[in-house]
């Protein structure tokens, strides 16, 4: 399976950015899909994650509130509409299906790279 993330870019603090990550092969559908984030000189987080049925959905502290994850089966495609940005939020935000024990499915694709000035 292939990840391709897309969407990043340069924004103010407080606009918005909707990302996209298709995936390839036919697994998509068959588990939970997460997206994470690296800022420079940190490690990889967790900031949202929705189920395969796309019922429970989760999300990190800092962007509860503010970041919307969704998915579409059929475009094998998960989002993450990012509102209210901060430039804390500043990172390459990757996706991934994960299992339930947290670890990874795939590996992971290049990223797409969320810079918010202030």
């Known amino acids: 399976v292939q990840l391709q993330a897309s969407g990043g870019g340069l924004v103010q603090a407080g606009e918005s950015l909707r990302l996209s990550c298709a995936a390839s092969?036919?697994?998509?559908?068959?588990?939970?899909m997460g997206w994470f984030r690296q800022a420079p000189g940190k490690e990889r987080e967790f900031v949202a994650g929705?189920?395969?049925?796309?019922?429970?959905?989760y999300y990190a502290g800092s962007v509860k509130g503010r970041f919307a994850i969704s998915r579409d089966n059929a475009k094998k495609t998960v989002y993450l509409q990012m509102n209210s940005l901060k430039p804390e939020d500043t990172a390459v935000y990757y996706c991934?299906?994960?299992?339930?024990?947290?670890?990874?499915?795939?590996?992971w694709g290049q990223g797409t790279l969320v810079t918010v000035s202030s």
């Open positions: 991934n299906q994960y299992r339930p024990d947290g670890t990874y499915v795939w590996n």
């Open positions: 092969g036919r697994t998509f559908s068959s588990g939970s």
């Open positions: 929705i189920s395969r049925s796309g019922r429970r959905i």
